[in-house]
């Protein structure tokens, strides 16, 4: 008999690629894990004394990893603004709200942004996490250049707690995945020019001091901002935050042609098991995987 049960991908994880796994790299290994353990509600799928790796129904989707040269990083630096984890449904989104009341998380913000309805909190040591549900793409407004509308709205949080499910909560659902990753960068034609114009990432929205990029329609899988961090240079070797992510590749071709930019530039990028690993402009790690 055929298993039903599983849920159908996010439309996020279906385009020619997105993001995978993130790495963060933290000062205090056992607060940080718990946190995403009990707080965001990951399940630790292996773990050492210098690291974790968190994810959901054996999924593997957050690494964390510290040692003693650990520094922390200034609010200034390039490197993460947010991990954005996405859930499968609002109901999910709901639940995980209510735990989070229930439990005394303190949350940053909530903005409807007409694709997505999103909460903004952070971890212990600073790292910016956004928990969100998409709405479906036939309810997204497209422009006539092919980027997408976007907008910063109040989110009801209340209506939102009122609509999730009683009950004890079990933890992320089935179906939880990293949707985008949210970066702080020194500017922002540079970050055109290496999402765009290297990496073959279209812009799907700007706003003021940022541009979102992603593939096959989304909104965004990778967005870069200079809020925090206009200026800022190449991050620091044993720097907290944000040490490398994953874009994975869905489309050979596309991965061949991204591949091919970065020979054509001269960009160096060093190939392993898991697949092609480089930095951006500000030395954020990025692995490109099939």
């Known amino acids: 008999m055929t298993d039903t049960s599983a849920p159908s991908p996010s439309f996020a994880l279906t385009r020619p690629a997105h993001v995978d ?70 109901r999910a989104l709901g639940a995980w709200l209510a735990h989070a009341a229930h439990a005394g ?47 910063t709205d109040r989110l009801d949080l209340q209506a939102l707690y009122d609509s999730a499910p009683k009950g004890a909560w079990g933890g992320m659902e089935d179906g939880t995945a990293i949707g985008h990753i949210h970066l702080q960068v020194g500017n922002i034609p540079e970050a055109d020019s290496f999402y765009r114009d290297v990496l073959g990432l279209k812009i799907m929205a700007r706003y003021p001091g940022a541009s979102f990029f992603a593939t096959g329609g989304y909104h965004h899988h990778v967005a870069a901002n200079i809020w925090n961090s206009r200026g800022a240079g190449t991050r620091s070797t044993g720097m907290t935050g944000l040490a490398n992510y994953t874009l994975k590749f869905n489309d050979p071709a596309e991965l061949k042609r991204a591949l091919a930019s970065l020979e054509r530039l001269e960009i160096a990028a060093t190939r392993s098991a898991g697949g092609w690993s480089l930095k951006d402009p500000w030395g954020i790690g990025l692995t490109l995987s099939a």
Do not use: C, K
Request: glycine share 10%; proline share 5%.
């Open 21 to 90: 796994t993130a790495h963060l790299v933290v000062e205090d290994l056992d607060r940080v894990s718990g946190f995403y353990r009990d707080i965001i509600g990951l399940t630790p799928i292996e773990g050492s004394a210098s690291g974790q790796v968190l994810g959901v129904s054996g999924v593997p989707l957050l690494t964390l990893s510290t040692d003693r040269t650990v520094a922390r990083a200034p609010r200034t630096a390039a490197g993460l603004f947010h991990t954005a984890f996405l859930v499968p449904n609002r």
């Open 105 to 151: 998380v303190r949350l940053d913000g909530a903005s409807d942004h007409l694709v997505s309805e999103a909460i903004y909190l952070s971890d212990p040591e600073g790292n910016g996490i956004e928990i969100y549900r998409d709405r479906t793409p036939m309810e997204w407004t497209y422009l006539a250049d092919g980027t997408v509308q976007m907008a």
